[in-house]
């Protein structure tokens, strides 16, 4: 089965940095759209940022300017570069693949990440 394996969340300080990272694990054929979401306490799991398999990125506008979305394609690699960081950012982390599993092109799934916590003191 293929399972998203995400890294690199973690307690930091207004004003900081930290890159996120998901690694698929699994056989898969491709990999179409690949996206970050993130669930605050208390709110609705929202997007983020979204990567196409052409690189076209798209940004939540409370992240535009913070946060860079990125893939390795050679890796099966999602990052999300957060700069600036706010308390308002403080959330779980949920990485998402769009993958075709196999040549059938009926093979398109979904894929989610267990989440990571990211937490932004004051």
């Known amino acids: 089965q293929v399972q998203l394996v995400e890294s690199g969340g973690g307690l930091v300080q207004a004003g900081g940095s930290l890159r996120l990272s998901c690694a698929t694990s699994?056989?898969?054929?491709?990999?179409?759209?690949m996206y970050w979401y993130r669930q605050a306490p208390g709110k609705q799991r929202e997007l983020v940022a979204q990567?196409?398999?052409?690189?076209?990125?798209n940004y939540a506008d409370s992240v535009k300017g913070r946060f860079t979305i990125s893939r390795d394609n050679a890796k099966n690699t999602l990052y999300l570069q957060m700069n600036s960081l706010k308390p308002e950012d403080t959330a779980v982390y949920y990485c998402?693949?769009?993958?075709?599993?196999?040549?059938?092109?009926?093979?398109?799934?979904?894929?989610w990440g267990q989440g990571t916590q990211v937490t932004v003191s004051s």
């Open positions: 990567i196409t398999s052409g690189g076209i990125t």
């Open positions: 998402n693949f769009v993958v075709r599993k196999y040549y059938s092109a009926s093979s398109i799934d979904s894929y």
């Open positions: 699994g056989s898969i054929f491709s990999i179409n759209t």
